[in-house]
């Protein structure tokens, strides 16, 4: 039987999969240079990093869609780890836009119902982290508002409680958590002039984490399947062919 055929009968090569799911920020991140691009080139060969972002998204709409994206027993679509980034749609100000607008409360109550929802379909503990939402350019921003016609909609004080929600729902829980909030405003860390989104000198500091992720997830791939093949020794390396 030729080698290809015989493989083929035998059990599958599955990747761990780490999923991030989140909003804009998310979405665009595997864009060049982006903390998800390098995060998936962190662990390329192994786990598989799927991007579940989705532009405009708040944490009421995320826990609704969230059942649908991972579910109990689906085998391959279990992930090892997820990263949960959402805030900065939530904390717009009711008064300017009322769609995208959660409040406070109800925030730190999707949050939490998210963390309950991946613990109970067997997200391993300490593989859940809580990110922050970013700091915002209130100038960049207001010019922003301006070229769309409406009035200044966000404020980086009301981001700040909606970042400091999220690092009190992360320790009550259990999760891990990155504080971007703070870290991109420290040692004067600028923002970029347009739609309030980080720079790419600010996302040095989310590769940083993606760094310390990549080390421990690592250990989950590793426990999972070694992936260096031996040339010479093909058919060793899966068993029942």
């Known amino acids: 039987m030729a080698l290809c055929e015989a493989v083929a009968s035998g059990s599958p090569l599955v990747w761990p999969r780490v999923l991030l799911f989140g909003d804009s920020i998310t979405q665009f991140s595997f864009q060049q240079g982006g903390w998800g691009a390098s995060l998936a080139d962190m662990l390329v060969r192994k786990c598989d990093v799927l991007n579940r972002g989705f532009s405009g998204y708040n944490t009421r709409w995320a826990k609704i869609i969230l059942p649908r994206l991972v579910r109990k027993g689906s085998g391959l679509d279990s992930p090892v780890a997820v990263t949960i ?5 939530d904390s717009a100000l009711k008064d300017e836009n009322p ?26 503990e300490g593989r859940l982290i809580l990110i922050t939402p970013p700091p ?4 960049a921003w207001a010019q922003e508002c301006l070229q769309q016609g409406c009035k200044l909609n966000r404020l980086n004080s009301v981001v700040g409680e909606y970042a400091r929600a999220c690092l009190q729902v992360a320790q009550d829980c259990g999760a891990d958590a990155l504080d971007l909030w703070s870290l991109m405003q420290k040692d004067g860390q ?12 600010s996302w040095h500091t989310v590769k940083q984490m993606s760094s310390k992720w990549s080390m421990a997830w690592e250990s989950t791939a590793a426990r999972e399947r070694g992936w260096r093949l031996s040339a010479c020794h093909v058919r060793k390396n899966f068993p029942g062919v």
């Open 136 to 139: 915002l350019c209130e100038a």
């Open 85 to 89: 980034f959402f805030g900065a749609n």
């Open 190 to 201: 600028q923002l970029a002039s347009c739609s309030g989104k980080p720079s790419d000198r």
């Open 99 to 124: 769609k995208q607008h959660v409040p406070l409360e109800e925030f730190v109550a999707n949050l939490r119902s998210m963390v309950r929802y991946l613990r109970s379909v067997d997200v391993p």
